[in-house]
């Protein structure tokens, strides 16, 4: 009897490392996935926080493009507004030009040389005003491209952001 309670005693005790040795490992598993649930939710954490911040970088940039656009749309109607007047000037410089043809004194073609003259300088400032405007026109168009691009990249890299897997 003796001898099966000594060999009782060793496998109790063998059991006893066994669970020993299970419950370690199972304390250690448990820990691991604590760890990696915490890395887990830090990571999420941060790519919401990416995730806002670039909302914020698409919605200042929208700003941005809708006041190009707006200024884009004004200078249009500058230049169409500065072409339609030349056009018009144009006209009188023909009328003006009648005028000196048939002027029947010195002193009414020399009054029509100086409003053609005057008429002239006018037109010059318009053809300046429409080169400036659409030297501006092109700067601007480039910038609402550039902008639109910024957008996209933006864009591109939330939808890569919400994608992640976690």
Known sequence: MLTSLEKTVIELRQKKK????????????????????????????????????????????????TRKNAQLDSIRRLVTTAEERMSSEKEVIEQTEQEIEFAETPEEKQNAETRLRSINDHIQELISEIKSRQKTLKKITNEVTTFDDIKSKITTQIKKQIKKPS
Do not use: F, Y
């Open 18 to 65: 066994e669970a020993t040795k299970l419950k370690q490992n199972a304390e250690n598993e448990l820990k691991q996935l604590q760890s990696t649930e915490k890395r887990s939710t830090t990571g999420l954490h941060t790519i919401d926080k990416k995730i806002e911040t670039e909302k914020e970088d698409v919605s200042d940039v929208s700003d941005t493009l």
